[in-house]
């Protein structure tokens, strides 16, 4: 056999085996994708993830959580970047406080969120991100918090910190009132509000919270 002939069956031998390799990655975990949370954004049930979804991606969500039903719209005009607008039907409080206007409609809230990663991740170090719940709404659903994510094998692993409802009514004292005592009380949701302004001045204050999750991808199964 020649050296030419041996050279180009090795090569193609090379390419068979990478092909075959990565074609039963993908049978084994075939849907990777971070899933979605209660808020219409990407995260575990009612907690954030530091994950993405890669720039350009547009989605929608429906979720029906009683007595909540929310819609959402989320973007990533960029891979660190996730923005997200929700519609909230709550259906067990009235349009407004007075019963007569009300009538049999239920309340509404809008909202809107966003999400900025800090680091990606790397072998040893995981995916951190910062976010807020809630911006420009009337705050009833408002929260901020820190996240870190980190892969290994087939669970991503979930974590962080997080304030207003993420806090879940936890007793932990705010790190940042070491800071400032600014940020020791936090601004009350005020469900009469028009929204539409930023609640900055009740950014990561009040109580805080530890959370976290997981994710687990099962092998062979078309889902997460």
């Not at 002939?5 to 092909?19: D, G, Q, W």
């Not at 530091?50 to 959402?72: E, K, L």
Request: charge should be neutral.
């Amino acid at each position: 056999m020649n050296v030419g002939l041996r050279k180009f069956l090795v090569s193609s031998a090379s390419i068979i085996s990478c092909s075959v390799f990565a074609s039963q990655y993908d049978y084994i975990y075939p849907n990777q994708g971070p899933s979605f949370s209660n808020y219409g954004t990407v995260g575990l049930l009612q907690n954030p993830s530091a994950r993405f979804h890669p720039a350009g991606t547009i989605g929608f969500n429906w979720i029906d959580n009683d007595p909540y039903q929310r819609g959402s719209i989320i973007a990533y005009p960029f891979d660190w970047f996730e923005a997200s607008y929700q519609y909230t039907d709550v259906n067990n409080a009235l349009y407004s406080n007075v019963p007569a206007f009300s009538g049999k409609q239920t309340y509404k809230d809008k909202s809107f969120d966003a999400k900025i990663r800090l680091l990606n991740e790397s072998r040893l170090v995981p995916a951190i991100a910062v976010g807020a719940r809630d911006l420009g709404g009337t705050g009833i659903f408002s929260s901020e918090f820190f996240v870190l994510s980190k892969r290994v094998r087939n669970i991503d692993l979930t974590a962080g910190m997080g304030w207003g409802t993420l806090s879940g009514g936890a007793d932990i004292t705010n790190p940042f009132s070491y800071l400032s005592k600014s940020f020791e009380e936090r601004t009350g949701a005020d469900a009469d509000s028009q929204g539409g302004d930023f609640n900055t001045g009740s950014f990561f204050s009040g109580r805080s919270a530890l959370f976290a999750g997981a994710e687990i991808f099962l092998p062979n199964f078309r889902g997460s």
